[in-house]
């Protein structure tokens, strides 16, 4: 085993953080119970903030980024894993308070380790990831609720995003009726389409300033947006619907008012990725296993190499990106 290995550390000099590919050493690494060594990793909105420095997620430098990571064990002072385990990590703090998977090799604390199911490669763990981690919590949350496929269709926000696609692709298979909405119809299009979506309305038509109530339309959704993108959804979920909320691409604004939830019985679901209990991220991935077609994931998602995710945390950041990114971090 190599001692050396590449990584993409950010840094803060002067005020400003800025992320550059450095070889590091095991010995560079935290001091965790499992090594792992790394296949893939990820760029999802939360990193793009981290290594652009647009926020300021990173809280402690020098930090090794990425919130997600899948690869093998190679050593581990817990009796529970073993070197040649599949494994994987999504948020608990990975990028902020704790090296990411933006490394060939990382030390990671047990407790925060997922067994891989055996139907995803680590490539396709990945393509999946934290984004689409967060969408199976959304589906869960809404079919908790009680929410049928015959109750009315479900809208899903910032549609052609990392989310967004997941989102479509397992409401679709369950059987519900998906309307998705994104600020590029046109280019988008094929795509949610593809994945399942039945209706594709523009971000503008609920990206502005609601009514207190609106026609009643939504059984549920799925947000990723906030700001009035979710007060609009807010206003147009029928009696007794939910709202999940997972994101804040437009903004961590909510310029809505109580009368869907007094009036119509709204529920308004937030749903926590990073440190949601390990029985509840157990359950996503069990159910992704059982829901996602693998042919249909290749639709959503590239691979490209370490090197390109500053280029990519920017792109992200200004809507260019459609679907998932993969990193291969050996690449």
């Given at each position: 085993?190599?001692?050396?290995?590449?990584?993409?550390?950010?840094?803060?000099?002067?005020?400003?953080?800025?992320?550059?590919?450095?070889?590091?050493?095991?010995?560079d690494l935290p001091?965790?119970?499992?090594?792992?060594?790394?296949?893939?990793?990820?760029?999802?909105?939360?990193?793009?903030?981290?290594?652009?420095?647009?926020?300021?997620?990173?809280?402690?430098?020098?930090?090794?980024?990425?919130?997600?990571?899948?690869g093998t064990v190679?050593?581990?002072?817990?009796?529970?894993?073993?070197?040649?385990?599949?494994?994987?990590?999504?948020?608990?703090?990975?990028?902020?308070?704790?090296?990411?998977?933006?490394?060939?090799?990382?030390?990671?604390?047990?407790?925060?380790?997922?067994?891989?199911?055996?139907?995803?490669?680590?490539?396709?763990?990945?393509?999946?990831?934290?984004?689409?981690?967060?969408?199976?919590?959304?589906?869960?949350?809404?079919?908790?609720?009680?929410?049928?496929?015959?109750?009315?269709?479900?809208?899903?926000?910032?549609?052609?995003?990392?989310?967004?696609?997941?989102?479509?692709?397992?409401?679709?298979?369950?059987?519900?009726?998906?309307?998705?909405?994104?600020?590029?119809?046109?280019?988008?299009?094929?795509?949610?389409?593809?994945?399942?979506?039945?209706?594709?309305?523009?971000?503008?038509?609920?990206?502005?300033?609601?009514?207190?109530?609106?026609?009643?339309?939504?059984?549920?959704?799925?947000?990723?947006?906030?700001?009035?993108?979710?007060?609009?959804?807010?206003?147009?979920?029928?009696?007794?619907?939910?709202?999940?909320?997972?994101?804040?691409?437009?903004?961590?604004?909510?310029?809505?008012?109580?009368?869907?939830?007094?009036?119509?019985?709204?529920?308004?679901?937030?749903?926590?990725?990073?440190?949601?209990p390990l029985a509840?991220?157990?359950?996503?991935?069990?159910?992704?296993?059982?829901?996602?077609?693998?042919?249909?994931?290749?639709?959503?998602?590239?691979?490209?190499?370490?090197?390109?995710?500053?280029?990519?945390?920017?792109?992200?950041?200004?809507?260019?990106?459609?679907?998932?990114?993969?990193?291969?971090?050996?690449?």
């Amino acid at each position: 085993m190599s001692n050396t290995f590449n990584a993409l550390v950010a840094n803060k000099v002067d005020g400003k953080i800025s992320a550059q590919l450095q070889q590091l050493s095991l010995s560079d690494l935290p001091d965790e119970d499992v090594l792992v060594d790394v296949a893939y990793s990820t760029v999802n909105y939360k990193d793009g903030l981290a290594m652009t420095g647009t926020l300021p997620i990173c809280q402690k430098f020098p930090m090794v980024g990425g919130i997600d990571l899948a690869g093998t064990v190679v050593e581990s002072r817990n009796a529970k894993f073993k070197p040649g385990d599949r494994v994987l990590v999504n948020g608990y703090g990975l990028s902020e308070r704790h090296w990411g998977g933006y490394a060939q090799k990382q030390r990671v604390k047990s407790e925060f380790l997922v067994r891989v199911p055996q139907a995803f490669s680590f490539e396709q763990t990945m393509a999946i990831g934290t984004a689409g981690y967060t969408s199976m919590l959304c589906v869960l949350a809404i079919q908790d609720h009680g929410v049928k496929p015959t109750d009315g269709p479900i809208i899903v926000t910032g549609a052609a995003g990392g989310v967004g696609t997941v989102a479509i692709m397992l409401l679709s298979k369950l059987g519900y009726e998906v309307t998705a909405s994104t600020g590029r119809v046109e280019d988008a299009r094929p795509l949610l389409e593809a994945l399942g979506a039945t209706n594709i309305i523009p971000r503008d038509q609920l990206a502005r300033a609601p009514g207190p109530l609106e026609k009643e339309t939504w059984a549920a959704a799925v947000d990723a947006v906030g700001d009035t993108t979710l007060a609009s959804v807010l206003a147009q979920t029928k009696y007794d619907g939910i709202v999940t909320a997972c994101g804040l691409a437009g903004s961590p604004n909510l310029p809505a008012t109580v009368m869907p939830f007094i009036l119509r019985s709204v529920t308004l679901r937030g749903i926590d990725s990073v440190m949601a209990p390990l029985a509840r991220r157990q359950r996503a991935w069990d159910a992704l296993a059982d829901l996602i077609e693998l042919k249909v994931l290749e639709k959503i998602y590239r691979v490209e190499p370490l090197s390109k995710v500053p280029e990519i945390a920017g792109a992200i950041l200004a809507g260019k990106i459609k679907g998932r990114v993969v990193v291969d971090v050996n690449a």
